[in-house]
């Protein structure tokens, strides 16, 4: 399967404990995505790479929250002192740069704080 | 990115048609109009996009009213496996690519 993988696709962890998802894209695309979902809402943009380089973070990103694309391939994505609040599915998506700009999402990682 | 209003869910018999509305009222000559939906439990899937000529693809059709204020998603023989949250998206292409979801329709196909 060479679509976009995300793991681990469920974490469960204590309010205070750091937490940190990886998301593999598809291969040739250089854009990566991040979007954070609650139940009954729709996904929200947190922030996206093109190659190595973090283009924009949006204002929901806290200074809890930090991400990473070493190398241009792989993305993670750690949450420190995790609140209840964070719990939600945390979706990667990834696109070509040029061309449709359609996104290809993984499954997500659902975080549950406790 | 200009908003977008969908009715909050629809039923759909299983075989039948299913048409899903879209207005986006305020939307500007260089955005385009995306569908995306998502199955519980998955992430979104892309479905299909259009400019302002009417666009069909293996999933589905787009329908862009003439002055591009509304479309119509259209899931020719809608099957169970169609039930999901569709969400209309418009966004410009010289943007960044993120993608501003709404609530969506959710769809219900029933047998």
């Known amino acids: 399967d060479t679509g976009v993988s995300q793991n681990p696709r469920h974490k469960i962890t204590k309010r205070g404990q750091n937490v940190t998802f990886r998301c593999d894209p598809i291969s040739e695309h250089n854009r990566l995505y991040w979007y954070r979902q609650t139940l009954g809402q729709g996904p929200e943009f947190l922030t996206y790479?093109?190659?190595?380089?973090?283009?924009?973070k949006s204002r929901l990103l806290s200074d809890r929250f930090s991400a990473e694309r070493p190398k241009g391939s792989f993305s993670t994505l750690e949450i420190q002192r995790t609140e209840q609040g964070d719990s939600a599915m945390y979706l990667c998506?990834?696109?070509?740069?040029?061309?449709?700009?359609?996104?290809?999402f993984g499954p997500g990682t659902r975080l549950t704080v406790t | 990115d200009a908003k977008t209003t969908q009715p909050p869910s629809m039923d759909c018999a299983e075989g039948r048609a299913a048409n899903l509305p879209c207005n986006h009222s305020?939307?500007?000559?260089?955005?385009?109009v995306y569908w995306y939906r998502q199955i519980h439990s998955q992430g979104p899937q892309y479905i299909i996009h259009g400019l302002k000529n009417n666009e069909t693809n293996e999933m589905a059709s787009l329908i862009i009213t003439e002055d591009r204020k509304s479309s119509t998603l259209i899931l020719p023989h809608a099957t169970l496996r169609d039930t999901a949250v569709y969400y209309c998206?418009?966004?410009?292409?010289?943007?960044?690519?993120?993608?501003?979801f709404g609530q969506g329709t959710t769809l219900q196909v029933k047998p």
């Open positions: 305020t939307i500007s000559g260089n955005e385009y």
């Open positions: 790479f093109q190659n190595e380089a973090q283009l924009e």
């Open positions: 998206i418009v966004r410009g292409y010289s943007n960044t690519g993120k993608l501003i």
């Open positions: 998506a990834s696109s070509l740069e040029e061309g449709t700009y359609e996104q290809y």
